[in-house]
């Protein structure tokens, strides 16, 4: 009759090293998801950034173009000098130069602010990292729930 419950001592250990090793496999497996996930929605929302940037940049590119041409030449036949065409094509170059400027800078600045990171798996790495301090510490705590 005594070893019948140090049997069931042994499988109950086994099974509770069983279930505490599957959990902390779930809980890295969960983990390097949740880094997925973050990861995908940062270079995602850089890819549409920064695809919005080219294609409008495209677009006001040629609108320049055709706005320089026809004003240079507006100016050449009003004045009817080339010199008047030379003068008006580089007002307008030093003004796309400066408006060129001003939207680069701009864009850089967005791009510095926004923070890359995986803020949701550096918080949940943390909370772990507790978690485990306070198991080696033997602290009465109970195992963390699971999340879906």
Do not use: C
């Amino acid at each position: 009759m005594a070893q019948r419950p140090v049997v069931q001592r042994t499988n109950g250990f086994q099974t509770a090293i069983e279930d505490l090793t599957d959990g902390l496999s779930k809980l890295v497996r969960q983990h390097f998801e949740l880094a997925r996930t973050e990861v995908r929605e940062e270079v995602q929302g850089l890819r549409n950034k920064i695809g919005a940037a080219i294609a409008f940049g495209t677009l006001i590119l040629f609108g320049y173009l055709l706005l320089i041409f026809a004003l240079v030449f507006a100016m050449g036949a009003l004045f009817q000098s080339l010199a008047a065409m030379a003068l008006t094509a580089l007002i307008l170059g030093l003004v796309h130069i400066i408006v060129a400027a001003v939207g680069i800078w701009t864009i850089k600045k967005r791009l510095e602010e926004q923070e890359v990171g995986l803020p949701q798996t550096t918080d949940e790495l943390e909370k772990d990292k507790q978690w485990l301090k306070e198991i080696r510490n033997n602290s009465p705590r109970a195992l963390p729930a699971e999340t879906s």
